[in-house]
């Protein structure tokens, strides 16, 4: 059972356009998630996280936005650049778990010059 | 402060075999979190070591098993290594009292 569906699995933006890249959660219980972003050969780099009281989070050109009712979560990439081609993941943690991320299966993002 | 630290970045070795892998966390991140990533299944938990002890373990068989030093500094041990133990094993540090997870660049493993 997988509890946090990613979407979508591939992703092909232009330079300077938006990216969204989607997840969707089962479990009430998960109070964090985070997006990590992962370029090849390097291990996953924390970009922005949210909590379930928040609707927005922005930082720099990126921003999550936070549907609780419909529990999904999504990652808005503004401007998009060549150099934001990677894999992006979202994430989710439980209170008493927060050493326990679990992983959607990630978009591959190409942003085209 | 320096980052995550794992070592050896790669590794061959062939079925049957064992297999040690260590991680140094950030200076005064006493949470260490160990994760395996391959392409099929994506990133999947393996356990989490605080205080030298296991908190959470996730669903791996006993083949997997990990430890925790006084330092903070932990490593992971598979045994009877399977083809299917091919994976970038990731090794994640975070502060207790936070909960942003720190990673590593990894250990690739290669069995063959």
């Known amino acids: 059972q997988q509890q946090v569906k990613q979407s979508p699995q591939s992703l092909i933006v232009q330079k300077g356009g938006i990216s969204i890249i989607n997840c969707a959660y089962e479990n009430t219980a998960f109070d964090y998630f985070p997006w990590y972003q992962q370029f090849p050969g390097k291990g996953p780099a924390l970009l922005i996280a949210i909590r379930p009281d928040v609707s927005e989070k922005k930082e720099g050109r990126f921003t999550i936005s936070f549907n609780k009712s419909a529990k999904q979560f999504s990652l808005h990439i503004m401007d998009s650049q060549p150099g934001d081609s990677a894999t992006y993941f979202c994430?989710?943690?439980?209170?008493?778990?927060?050493?326990?991320?679990?992983f959607g299966k990630g978009t591959k993002l190409s942003v085209k010059p | 402060k320096a980052g995550v630290t794992q070592t050896p970045r790669y590794l061959i070795k062939t079925r049957g075999q064992q297999v040690t892998l260590s991680c140094s966390p950030i200076s005064g991140h006493r949470s260490v979190s160990w994760y395996q990533q391959t392409p099929g299944q994506g990133l999947q938990f393996l356990f989490e070591y605080f205080s030298e002890t296991q908190r959470n373990k996730g669903n791996f068989p006993g083949r997997f098993s990990g430890r925790q030093f006084s330092n903070s500094r932990s490593e992971m041990n598979v045994s009877t290594l399977e083809l299917g133990d091919s994976a970038l094993y990731l090794c994640?540090?975070?502060?207790?009292?936070?909960?942003?997870?720190?990673f590593g660049p990894g250990t690739r493993l290669t069995v063959l």
């Open positions: 994430a989710a943690s439980k209170r008493g778990s927060q050493g326990n991320l679990i």
């Open positions: 994640a540090s975070r502060d207790r009292a936070y909960n942003e997870q720190f």
